[in-house]
C-alpha cells in the first residue's frame, strides 16, 4: 500500500495515507538518517577540538496547507526525534522550496515535506529532500524503500514520548522558516528594480503553502486564493495549469493588470499568464529566462531538460553551442545532473524549473521574481517576450493530456508503442526516443506517450507548429489501443 514516486510517497487519506503507515515510513526516513550520519561520521577527518557533546543527525521538517497535514507532521517530528535524530521543524506551513532551502543552510541529513503538491485534496504525501536542497536521490529513495520492507514486514511495537517532552528534551525545535528564505530572494534578485517599476501583478496562491511568502516582497500586487481551503474551492486540485487559471486569467485581463502568476499547492511550481490573459506554459518561460542568462547575464553551462520539454532547446543550445542534457521526465534527474556538473538551467515541462542562481529545485515564487527581473531589465512585457520567442523560432506549440483509462486500453497502447509504428495518423515517424515513454517524431513535430506508475492514466505530449496540429498528433496517438 505504501508505494514511493518520484521523491516520496503520495495517496489518498484514511484510505493508504493513514497515522500508522506515515509512522513507518518516517521510522524508515529515520533509520536510514542515522546510516548517512554514521557513514559522515566515519569519513570525516578526525578534529583537534574537544567536543564534549557529540553532534547528532537531523532533519528539517515542514507541511503544507492540506487537511491533517501539520497534524501528520507532529507525529512525523516525534518518531524521528524517538531514533536520536534532531527535528528542526518549521512553525508554520512551508512551501517545499523553502524545506529544501533550510535543509541545505542548517547541513540536515535530509529533509521532509508533508505534501500531495498538485494533486487533489483528498490526497497528502511525504517528500524526501537531500542534504543538498534539492529531491532526494534515486539512490536515496530506493534505501529508504529498503528499511521501508522490513519495517512492515515485521511492525515495531513503537512507544513515543508526549511531543512537548521532545520539544523540551530539545530533540524538536521549532525554527522561523520563511525569513531566511526571503532574504535569499532578495540577495539573489533585483527586487529593488522590480518595485520601482511599479508592475502590477495578480498573484494565486491556489490555497497553497506560497502564502505569506511573497507579501513581504512588497510589490504592487493582488492575491487571490490566498486563505486555507483544504478542499482548494472550485480548482479541484492546486495546479497552475490552463484550465485552472481561467479566474486568474479573466482578472489580469479586466483588471488591466500587467502579469499574473499562479503556483501550485506546495509553491515549487509556477504557471503565467501575460497582460491579455493569455496562458504562457513552461516551455516559453524556460526559454525566456535561458535567453536571459546567456544573452544578458552573459552566464554559461550545461542545460538541463526532460523528454517532454520543448525542442526550441534543443534549437537555441545548438545555435549557442551550449552542453545540452536530455533526462527522463522528473525533476529528481535534473537535481542529480546540478548536483555533478555546471548546470546553468534545469526544468521540465509541468512547471518546474531551476538555476544555478539558486537551490538544485523546482521554486515557483522565486522563478516568477526571476521573470519579473527580465520584464524589468530588459523592459518588455510577458506578451511581448513570447511574441519574440516565436520571431526568433518560429511556432512552437505545446499540449499536454492526461487521459484516465482502463488497464487494458493502458497495455494496449503502450504493447503498440513498443512493438514500434512507422506513423501517427498520417504524419511519417522519423525517429523514435524512449529515454522515457515512447517519444515519436514526425515532420515539424512530435508526441510523447508516458504511462502513470502510480494511477490509470496515461499521459500524452505533442509539440508542432500550431495548437491544431498538436491536438491532432495526441488525438492519433489514442488510437493506438484501437489498432
Known sequence: MIKFGTDGWRAEIARDFTFENIRYVALATAKYILQIAEIKQKNKPPSKAKRTRPILPSCVVGYDT?????????????????????????????????????????????????????NPAQYNGFKIKGTFGGPATPEQIEAVEQELKKIVAKPPNLKLLPFDDYVEQKMIKFFEHREPYIRTIKKKIDVDAISDANHKIVFDMMYGAGMKSVEPLQLNATFIHNEINPLFGNLGHPEPIAENLTELSHIVKTGNYDVGFAFDGDADRLGAVDHLGNFVDSQKIFMILLKYFVEVKKKRGAVVKTVSLTSMVDKYCEMKKLDLIETPVGFKYIAENMNKTSVLIGGEESGGLATNLHIPERDGIFNAMLLLEVMTV???????????????????????????????????????????????????????????????????????????????????????????????LINEAEKLGKM
Request: glycine share 6%; hydrophobic share 40%.
Open 66 to 118: 492540506r487537511f491533517l497535514s501539520k497534524e501528520f507532521a507532529y507525529e512525523v517530528a516525534m518518531v524521528i526525534a524517538s531514533q536520536g535524530v534532531v527535528v528542526h521543524l518549521t512553525d508554520d506551513f512551508a512551501s517545499t522550496p523553502q524545506v529544501s532551502f533550510n535543509t541545505k543552510q542548517k547541513g540536515a541529513n535530509l529533509g521532509i515535506v508533508i505534501t500531495a503538491s498538485h
Open 378 to 472: 530588459r523592459n518588455k512585457s510577458l506578451s511581448e517576450l513570447c511574441n519574440e520567442l516565436d520571431k526568433e523560432f518560429g511556432a512552437y506549440r505545446f499540449m499536454r493530456r492526461d487521459k484516465i483509462v482502463s488497464q487494458k486500453v493502458k497495455d494496449a497502447i503502450l504493447n503498440a508503442a513498443q512493438k514500434g509504428i512507422t506513423k501517427i495518423g498520417k504524419d511519417d515517424i522519423i525517429k523514435t526516443n524512449t529515454k522515457d515513454g515512447y517519444k515519436f517524431y514526425v515532420n515539424n513535430g512530435w508526441v510523447l506517450i508516458r504511462a502513470s506508475g502510480t494511477e490509470p492514466l496515461i499521459r500524452f505530449y505533442a509539440e508542432s507548429d500550431s495548437i491544431g496540429r498538436v491536438a491532432e
